[in-house]
């Protein structure tokens, strides 16, 4: 069984770096079928894709943050990873990382880790 | 980008009940027409995708119809534990996008 779990530090300072991990086990990030996604939802707010990354390295990112978001992985790690640049409090959601598969839905999602930005 | 409208925001309902929420796209996705199911402190779940295939281990009461702009999710009789948030996303553009979401309620 496929499980995700997010990690990362759940309090940054406005204009500073989010930085998350995401830790799969139960399958592998070098499976071809798979992209690795994130997606944050603001408290009592909505959903927002934030971008998926491939294993070739390949990445898409969300138009409206593609300027202060990175995506990398790690494949002796089984791991992939959310950089976000220049905070600020409009940031401060739960992220969630989720397997996508080929681009057409997400499943299984992570539990979601809460960032708060703050001074 | 694909934007979605989710009708209606939220509504009561009771157990047993049938309950249909309808997701609008702003131009045709064909199938590509996801649902998901998020309770209250959770992450959410796959219930439909490609507009009407269920998910495995999701409970044949779901059910996802449409195609184009018009997406339908039914529930044909609601359990106690199908009191939730439901969200719709597109994936005919490889830029996914969710709708606003429906909050199902016990009246």
């Known amino acids: 069984q496929v499980h995700l779990q997010e990690s990362g530090l759940g309090l940054v300072k406005p204009s500073q770096t989010l930085s998350l991990t995401c830790t799969v086990s139960?399958?592998?990030?070098?499976?071809?079928?798979?992209?690795w996604s994130w997606v944050r939802q603001p408290a009592g707010k909505g959903l927002e894709w934030i971008g998926r990354?491939?294993?070739?390295?390949?990445?898409l990112y969300n138009p409206s943050l593609k300027s202060r978001v990175s995506m990398s992985l790690d494949t002796s790690k089984n791991q992939f990873y959310l950089k976000m640049t220049s905070v600020t409090a409009a940031d401060t959601a739960v992220y969630y990382c989720?397997?996508?598969?080929?681009?057409?839905?997400?499943?299984?999602w992570g539990q979601g880790a809460l960032v708060t930005v703050s001074a | 980008d694909i934007q979605l409208t989710q009708s209606p925001s939220s509504l009561s309902a009771s157990v047993g009940d049938r309950v249909t929420i309808t997701c609008r796209a702003s131009?045709?996705?064909?199938?590509?027409l996801n649902w998901y199911q998020q309770k209250t402190g959770n992450a959410p779940k796959l219930l439909i995708y490609?507009?009407?295939a269920l998910q495995s281990g999701v409970p044949s009461r779901f059910r996802g119809v449409g195609s184009g702009t018009e997406f339908t999710l039914i529930i044909t009789s609601l359990q106690p534990e199908d009191f939730a948030t439901y969200y719709c996303?597109?994936?005919?553009?490889?830029?996914?996008?969710f709708g606003p979401g429906t909050k199902v309620e016990l009246k």
């Open positions: 996303q597109q994936s005919f553009s490889p830029l996914f996008t």
């Open positions: 990354i491939f294993i070739a390295g390949s990445t």
């Open positions: 139960g399958d592998s990030i070098s499976n071809g079928n798979f992209y």
């Open positions: 131009q045709s996705i064909s199938s590509g």
């Open positions: 989720a397997r996508d598969r080929e681009q057409v839905f997400l499943d299984p």
């Open positions: 490609s507009s009407s």
